[in-house]
């Protein structure tokens, strides 16, 4: 058993990043997850571990601080709040095609512009989908408890390693900002030089030795024919992720006739709400993806065959019911329900969505 | 052809190209400057024996290839984000030799930001800034350095004040920045020019070693094809008219000018 702690979702944030061997932390204040960068100051990482922490002038300058200490084959990471995110695209794209491995928090508020600072889902789209120019994917964890804040940090990293590829937690306001009883990892030393050197020395940018060719770190490529290539040995990637690194919950599906599928806070939410809906008589279960990207295609796929409606429910107008319907094409009928705006649906509201639009409707 | 190969001897040798500098044709136009200040880069690496050392950070626009020049590890960066890139790249191995090699689009107009703050933060690189007045790989647009009347693709009449506002001088806002311990402005249009840059860029990197800050080049230059000039035209006109608004020489060296302060900063 590790240290048992009570935490906030952002700090654990932080204090998993120092605990799992993160070299560098870039990062610019936005509510509601700047208490990621205050825990990281106020522990003061790099007179423990080396950990490199610095608060940088924008959301623009931490993302390209990012992709430069990913380009050195570093664990680097920074966080932020949606339109924090926004501002980060173009570094995002960036380190998506030149395949460096990086972690990215966005703690999501609702939107659209500056929005609210209260905890939104509208972010789905902009994370799974690309979000910046080009063709690309991030891997996207999508974690529903404090717990999940802490296991994620170093999941991410794996992933990120694993594929050459950003990872992002997509979080939100609500997990972000609540305290929950955390058991947090042991310390794993930062990687040492000769570490780096075997997982990344064939292309990080660590100084040309003489025994090898140059290192360029880029996305650019003029020759349309190699650029093509290129896209599709990055799509090659993202179907092998969608083979082999789906993960995903389920809850009370077994006897289920009808399905909530919800992510992060949407999925605490409907697990009361399948206690009241199982109460009225009402048999529903919840699968919780928890990557959204890749999307639990199959799993969903193989309820439909089994139940007969299935309800999203997320924070937003309607962002994974896409996914959802493509999922299903179409077999039984899905809808969507969702408040938006920095509003968190009750239980009760979407247990009566479900009645409404699933089971009353057809 | 027998008498040639006679005289080329090693002994014989006065001047060689580096071996930092890779044999790949540069893509550069006939008379730019960006040739001459990649070989004098390529020229203090070898010198300072930090090839397996140095990683160069690329901007976007003409030097945007500047990697398949200089052997060394590069990391291409985003338009006008080196600096961040550099950034990071220094804190996280602070015993490389970390450069940034920008534009005047790059460095002044949509990088400005990164690069007032990386000095402001004194990190301790060297930002090689290439000031032709010009954005040359776009077809010689309006930069921030644009000179007052200057024709430009986007100011066809001459740059205008009302319009544009003023030429930027952006080596004397870093200068004021109490993070760059090392602030010049130099040129590459003549031997004597081209010796001094050198020893600039040469004291950049050195300065890296000492840890005081960043070094800040500007290297005021020519785009030909831009400037709609030939060669010699460009490095005249470049004298007169860009050498007085943009005057050559240092702007500021800490650890010569204020040896107290310095002392007290690497303290």
Sequence with gaps: MGELKLMKGNEVIAEAAIRCGCDGYFGYPITPQSEVMETLMARKPWETTGMVVLQAESEVASINMVYGGASCGKKVMTTSSSPGISLMQEGITYIAGAELPCLIMNCVRGGPGLGTIQPAQSDYFQACKGGGHGDYHLIVLAPSSVQEMNDFVNLGFELAFKYRNPAMILSDGAIGQMMEKVELADYKPRWTDEEIEKISGDWATTGKKANRKQHIITSLELDSEIMEKLNHKLQAKYKKMEEEEVRYEEIQCDDAEYIFVAYGSSARICQKSIQIAREKGIKVGLLRPITLYPFPTKPIQKLAEKVKGMLSVEMSAGQMVEDVRLAVNGKIPVEHFGRLGGIIPSPIEVVEALEQKIIGGK | ?267
């Design chain 2, 1 to 267: 052809m027998a008498d040639l190969e006679k005289i080329m001897k090693e002994e014989n040798i006065v001047y060689k190209k580096t071996k930092v500098l890779t044999d790949n044709v540069m893509h550069y136009c006939p008379g730019c400057s960006h040739g001459v200040v990649h070989k004098l880069i390529a020229e203090v690496i070898e010198e300072l024996g930090i090839q397996d050392k140095t990683i160069g950070i690329s901007p976007v626009g003409c030097s945007v290839f500047a990697y398949n020049y200089i052997d060394i590890d590069w990391q291409e960066a985003a338009h006008g984000r080196a600096p961040a890139n550099a950034t990071a790249t220094k804190r996280l191995m602070p015993d490389k030799f970390v450069f940034s090699y920008q534009g005047d689009g790059d460095l002044a107009s949509i990088g400005a930001a990164e690069t007032l703050h990386a000095c402001n933060r004194g990190e301790n690189i060297t930002m090689i800034f290439i000031n032709n007045a010009m954005y040359g790989m776009t077809g010689g647009q309006m930069a921030p350095t644009t000179l007052v009347g200057m024709k430009t693709s986007t100011t066809p009449y001459g740059r205008n004040i009302d319009l544009n506002g003023y030429p930027m001088k952006m080596t004397e806002i870093v200068a004021s920045l109490p993070g760059t311990c090392y602030v010049t402005r130099q040129s590459v249009h003549d031997a004597a020019s081209v010796k001094r840059c050198k020893k600039a860029i040469k004291k950049g990197f050195e300065n890296q070693a000492k840890k005081i800050g960043t070094s800040f080049i500007e290297i005021t230059s020519t785009c030909n094809s831009g400037w709609k000039m030939p060669p010699v035209e460009a490095n005249k006109w470049m004298e007169k008219h860009m050498f007085a608004y943009y005057p050559q020489g240092d702007l500021k060296d800490a650890e010569r000018d204020n040896p107290d302060d310095y002392i007290k900063y690497i303290k």
